[in-house]
Each structure stands twice: as C-alpha cells, then as structure tokens.
C-alpha cells in the first residue's frame, strides 16, 4: 500500500494560479508498483472527475476543461507528483484528490484539498 498526502490548495482570485503537491510514500516496492499517478477533482453535488494522469511511461492525459491551462508532472527523486494550475476560473472550483494505479485495479487516495477559485 501506498500514502498519499495532498497540499498547496487555497483561495485564488481568476486568472491566478496554483500548485498542487501529492507526497507518495510507502515501502520501495510498493512506491514503484505504481502504474499511474492522476489528480481528481469533486464539486459539491457532482462526481469525482479527472483531471490529469501520468503512466510509469510518462505520457499524460488532460480533461479537455483544463488543457492548455494545467500541467502534471512527477519528481521522481523525491517521490512527489505535481498539478500546476493556470489561468485558473470559478468552475474550477473543488476538491482536489491524488490518486495512486497499482496492479490489479488497487486504488489509494488522498485526503483532497480545497481549491477556490473567486471571480
């Protein structure tokens, strides 16, 4: 099993931007079982969506509500994947979760944090 910790939410004016950090830890085999590490998003009354995922291979996937405007990255040094997010808009508006594949469908989350984004 893994652990996941998210950070770097806030409350931000439109058009600002932000950083999410996902801290990964757990035992070595674990960490590097992962096949994909991905944000995911929930608004009041609405399901979890995603956001943005990386594979172990490094391609990316981006919903198309934030190409352009967010950017996943991972350091793998420091076992950390990261959710830049630009030009940010009110519709943006949620909780943000990190979210760990590892083989067999096993998914492990985060704790979410707030992102607020005011017009």
């Known amino acids: 099993q893994v652990q996941l910790v998210e950070s770097g939410g806030g409350l931000v004016q439109a058009g600002g931007s932000l950083r999410l950090s996902c801290a990964v830890s757990?035992?070595?085999?674990?960490?590097?079982?992962?096949?994909?590490m991905g944000w995911y998003r929930q608004a009041p009354g609405k399901q979890r969506e995603l956001v943005a995922a990386?594979?172990?291979?490094?391609?990316?996937n981006y919903a198309d509500s934030v190409k352009g405007r967010f950017t996943i990255s991972r350091d793998n040094a420091n076992y950390t994947v990261y959710l830049q997010m630009n030009s940010l808009k009110p519709e943006d508006t949620a909780v943000y979760y990190c979210?760990?594949?590892?083989?067999?469908?096993?998914?492990?989350w985060g704790q979410g944090t707030q992102v607020t984004v005011s017009s």
């Open positions: 979210n760990a594949d590892l083989p067999g469908g096993t998914g492990w």
């Open positions: 757990g035992s070595i085999r674990s960490i590097f079982s992962i096949n994909a």
């Open positions: 990386i594979t172990r291979g490094g391609s990316t």
